[in-house]
C-alpha cells in the first residue's frame, strides 16, 4: 500500500524566515495530496491541497509543489508567524482511492 | 450547523474490557474514516467506509472493528482492550474521492 515519508520530524525558525516540510509516497497512482495544521489539542486541519495534474499551488503565505516523477512534494510557508507554530502532516490519497494515508508530521516552532 | 463530533471525548478503561467510541457526523458524507495518533507515529489508519454496509480495513486494524448501519454514524469498537490501544482517535469524513477530510474533535483513551 501506499506509504508516506515526512521531513524533518522537527523545525526551528525566526519569525519572518521561510519553512520548507518535504514528503514523498511510493504509490505513482496516487493524485491527491493534502496538507493538514494541527494544533496542540486540537483536531487536524485542512490547509491547502494539490492534485496531480497541478505542479505548484499558492494560497497567499503557503504554496505546496508536486513532482510526480519524483513522487515528492513539498510546503512552502513565507513569513512565517509565531501563530504558524503547530505539528504539519502531509497526505497522499491510497491504493483504495479515497483512504488518506499521512506522514508522522513535522513540529514547526516559529520564535518571535 | 454541520458538523462531526465524537464521544466519549476522554476515556478509561481497563485491559480486556470492549469499548465502543462514537462517531457521529450530519454532512451526509459517504466516506468515514477512524485514525489513532501516537508520538511519533503521525495518524494511521484503521478502518474505513465508502458507504452503508461497507467496512475496510487500514493500516493498524487489528484489534478494531466498525460497522456502518447509516450514513451518519461509524462506532469504532476495540473488542478486548489493551495497553497498546491507548492513544487519540480521530474520526474524519469525506464528501467523496479527493476531497477535503473533516476530522472530529477526537477521543483520548487510556486503557490501564
Known amino acids: 500500500g501506499e506509504n508516506v515519508e515526512q521531513h524533518p520530524s522537527t523545525l526551528s525558525v525566526q519569525e519572518g524566515d521561510s519553512a520548507v516540510i518535504k514528503c514523498t509516497y511510493s504509490d505513482s497512482a496516487s493524485n491527491y495530496f493534502p496538507w493538514y495544521k494541527q494544533e496542540l489539542g486540537k483536531r487536524p486541519q485542512l490547509i491547502i491541497d494539490i492534485r496531480s495534474n497541478v505542479g505548484e499551488k499558492k494560497d497567499q503565505r503557503i504554496a505546496v509543489t508536486l513532482n510526480k516523477t519524483a513522487k515528492h512534494f513539498s510546503l512552502h510557508i513565507t513569513e512565517t508567524q509565531p501563530e504558524d507554530s503547530a505539528v504539519y502532516f502531509c497526505?497522499?490519497?491510497?491504493?483504495?482511492?479515497?483512504?488518506?494515508?499521512f506522514g508522522k508530521g513535522t513540529t514547526l516552532s516559529v520564535s518571535s | 450547523d454541520a458538523e462531526i463530533t465524537q464521544s466519549p471525548r476522554h476515556k478509561i478503561t481497563e485491559t480486556g474490557r470492549q469499548v465502543t467510541l462514537a462517531c457521529h457526523q450530519t454532512w451526509n458524507h459517504n466516506n468515514m474514516f477512524w485514525y489513532r495518533q501516537d508520538l511519533g507515529h503521525g495518524l494511521r489508519l484503521i478502518h474505513y467506509s465508502y458507504g452503508v454496509q461497507d467496512t475496510n480495513k487500514g493500516e493498524v486494524s487489528d484489534g478494531y472493528s466498525v460497522s456502518r448501519s447509516n450514513t451518519e454514524d461509524l462506532p469504532l469498537t476495540l473488542e478486548s482492550a489493551a495497553s497498546s490501544q491507548t492513544s487519540v482517535y480521530f474520526c474524519a469524513s469525506q464528501l467523496g474521492m479527493g476531497t477535503e477530510q473533516f476530522f472530529g474533535p477526537g477521543t483520548r483513551l487510556t486503557v490501564l
Open positions: 497526505a497522499a490519497m491510497g491504493q483504495a482511492g479515497t483512504a488518506l494515508i
